[in-house]
């Protein structure tokens, strides 16, 4: 008797195994799915040898001659979508626009499954993305006041350049810690302590890096983490998991015992808990959008700075057009975001370097409400879909001379600066980056700011590599420059 049951045991497995190896009809092209790790061995493959998932994924799209590349991991489907068409498709479509709660989801939600508002769902996340624009202008963001801000941390960063000019300087980690000052006083009221933001931001850096949008091997195979919790990512996101929670619940403590008195966004979230007006102002929804805010806006807008900081040193004769238009335009004034419109050569680098090192190059993930087609193929409802902005930032059919840095692009014949509707760093539709006011502010105040006091050069004669890293976000290698005062110190 025992042997028919193993023999039941094993025929089941084996037909399930086949079974997890069967594609849906009319799905679209990609690699074979080995039986329940599906094609998620394949993906892994060729992430090492091109040395990113999302390489990988353009690789595997080019392969199967698709705009549509069809995977599966071991218990999701997975489509990645390609092209200005089909990219458009899924950003404007309304079935395209919830998040999977796959397992990727959750461990970065903490857990919590619809909370927040980058990982939440149908009505609770409308509210609560209407709820903090809403909010977040009302205490000042994407106002003068934030410019303030903003200015207040160039300062900063300016000393900090003037005291160690004599040397090679790395901003980088600078740069994300402004940026975080600047969103943390929104939120919270105040500024994070040094030591705290540091090793946090140190946290984020590797996660940018190790992780990508679709999640990948943890996500692929979630158990892969008991055997290999740091090669995985699992061991780095729960203790960047654990660090942020900490920050967070510490800034709620306080304005709940009134250490923080003042109009910032928990001080009038926590109001609307009191109010009682709707069941989903909880703490712990408080905390999730909080999370939210710290993780999307602080890799992302300082990386394009550094790539800005980076690209006028590999581009000495674009640098010195940037400083003849801040010098002729502003001269010695502090720069502010409306100066946006007078220094058009500078908001065309700007947009060249969002076109050129697409800060997100796979955006996403969504996840498919209803069945759908996208360029013929069905895909299934429940399919996770990823997008790939990348490629189109380079489409020939696109752009001129598409690998090419060329910020004249962007310039019409009038002289204005002419906007693409083929780019779009922020993305489209109702999930657009609700982020990007502080963004714009931040990038086009703080490279001005720079460049308008300091020629960037090469340390010792060596010309950095410009290959972004790619992971989640595309991030340049680390560099560092000399940073020579384009006024004597007296003129200052
Ligand atoms: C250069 C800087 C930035 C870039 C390139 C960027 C890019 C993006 C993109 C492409 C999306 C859409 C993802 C999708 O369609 O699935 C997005 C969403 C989001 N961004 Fe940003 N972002 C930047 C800065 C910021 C900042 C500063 C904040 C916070 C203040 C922020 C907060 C968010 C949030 C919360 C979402 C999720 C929106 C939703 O799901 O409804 N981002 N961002």
Redesign the pocket.
Known sequence: MIWVIILLCLLTFIVYGFVTTIKPQKYPPGPVWFPFIGSSGILQKMTKKFGSEYRALLELSKQYSTNVLGMKTSSELIVVVFGVKNVRQV?HDKDFDA?PHNFFAQLRNLGKKNLG??FANGDI?KEH?AFAVKNLKYVGYGKTVMEKEIQNELGQLLEHINNNRHGPISLDSLLSESVMNV?WTYVAGERIPLVKLRYMLSLFRQRGKAFTVGGGILNQIPWCRFIIPELSGYSLITKLNAEISQIIEEAIEKHKNKEILGNDFIYLFLQEIYANKSPTFTEEQLKMVCL??LI??TQ??SN?LSFALLRAMKSPDIQEKIYNEIVSTIGDRTPCWNDNESLVYTSAYIQELHRYYT??PM??P?QLLNDTSIDGYLIPKGSTILMSIGDINFDPDLWEDPHVFKPERFIDESGMLKNSEHLF???LGR??????S??KSF?FITLVGILQKYRIQSANGTVPSDKPIIGILSTPQPFSAEFTPRKKDSEF
């Open positions: 950003f998040r508002i980058t996340w993305r969103l939210d805010l999307a806006g992302t807008s394009v800060i997100v955006a996403g969504r760093p922020f993305g999930r657009r980056c609700p982020g990007d502080l963004a990038i």
